[in-house]
């Protein structure tokens, strides 16, 4: 896992002072976890470059209302018998779930934006830090401390919390953060965070939030 960790910093530049020399390490890295490095590094900062927009995020794209609709049952990408899937494809299902398991952009309090509204700061700060117990430190506080990553994302994992705990009192009331233990926390974004709608009323805001 700490392997892992290093290979995330090394595709944020977040190794070392020169980029040549991460790419090398980082190709020589994750090629031996036979995951294709370039493909991973470009497609993340993709991810970070458009965090909670509706059109360009390229994970954790919530559904509209008007799409859960379509189908019959429960809808929701972390139930692997949801109508969004077929049988052969509900093993893969559960093992996604290992790696959604890390839900820093699904909370009740985090809203998502369509192009009226996205921006850069905006999607970066719809972010929560969460309290994984003995998993942040197996995953060497990628997990705990992921608001900050998201705002700067070539400080490398091992000064994270450092660079939380100097950001917290200047970001006060932004800075999301959900102690809920995490197992309970899972279960309720499961249940709660269904779609994305609008505020009633307030349908041409383009910002939209969880509903379930």
Same mark, same amino acid.
Not at 108 to 126: C, N, Q, T, V
Not at 135 to 144: M, P
């Given at each position: 896992?700490?392997?892992?960790?290093?290979?995330?910093?090394?595709?944020?530049?977040?190794? =070392?002072?020169?980029?040549?020399?991460?790419?090398?390490?980082?190709?020589?890295?994750?090629?031996? #976890? /036979?995951?294709?490095? +370039?493909? #991973?590094?470009?497609?993340?900062? =993709?991810?970070?470059?458009?965090?909670?927009?509706?059109?360009? $995020?390229?994970?954790?794209?919530?559904?509209?209302?008007?799409?859960?609709?379509?189908?019959?049952?429960?809808?929701?990408?972390?139930?692997?018998?949801?109508?969004?899937?077929?049988?052969?494809?509900?093993?893969?299902?559960?093992?996604?779930?290992?790696?959604? +398991? #890390?839900?820093?952009?699904?909370?009740?309090?985090?809203?998502?934006?369509?192009?009226?509204?996205? $921006?850069?700061?905006?999607?970066?700060?719809?972010?929560?830090?969460? $309290?994984?117990?003995? &998993?942040?430190?197996?995953?060497?506080?990628?997990?705990?401390?992921?608001?900050?990553?998201?705002?700067?994302?070539?400080?490398?994992?091992?000064?994270?919390?450092?660079?939380?705990?100097?950001?917290?009192? &200047? /970001?006060?009331?932004?800075?999301?953060?959900? $102690?809920?233990?995490?197992?309970?926390? #899972?279960?309720?974004?499961?249940?709660?965070? &269904?779609?994305?709608?609008?505020?009633?009323?307030?349908?041409?805001?383009?910002?939209?939030?969880?509903?379930?």
């Amino acid at each position: 896992m700490g392997a892992w960790v290093v290979g995330h910093d090394l595709g944020h530049h977040a190794f =070392s002072e020169y980029e040549w020399l991460d790419d090398a390490i980082g190709f020589v890295l994750h090629s031996a #976890f /036979l995951t294709p490095y +370039f493909s #991973f590094k470009y497609s993340h900062r =993709s991810h970070h470059a458009h965090t909670n927009s509706m059109e360009y $995020d390229e994970v954790w794209i919530p559904k509209r209302k008007a799409d859960t609709l379509e189908y019959d049952g429960f809808v929701s990408h972390f139930y692997p018998q949801s109508p969004l899937f077929n049988d052969s494809e509900r093993k893969y299902i559960w093992l996604s779930m290992l790696d959604c +398991f #890390f839900v820093h952009h699904t909370h009740p309090s985090l809203p998502h934006f369509d192009s009226r509204e996205w $921006d850069w700061i905006r999607g970066a700060m719809s972010t929560v830090d969460r $309290d994984y117990g003995i &998993i942040n430190n197996i995953f060497h506080n990628v997990t705990c401390a992921h608001v900050v990553h998201h705002l700067i994302s070539n400080i490398p994992h091992y000064h994270l919390i450092e660079a939380t705990n100097a950001i917290k009192p &200047i /970001l006060g009331d932004y800075y999301k953060y959900d $102690d809920t233990p995490i197992l309970k926390a #899972f279960w309720r974004e499961t249940k709660e965070c &269904i779609f994305v709608e609008p505020d009633a009323g307030a349908e041409d805001t383009g910002v939209y939030w969880w509903r379930k």
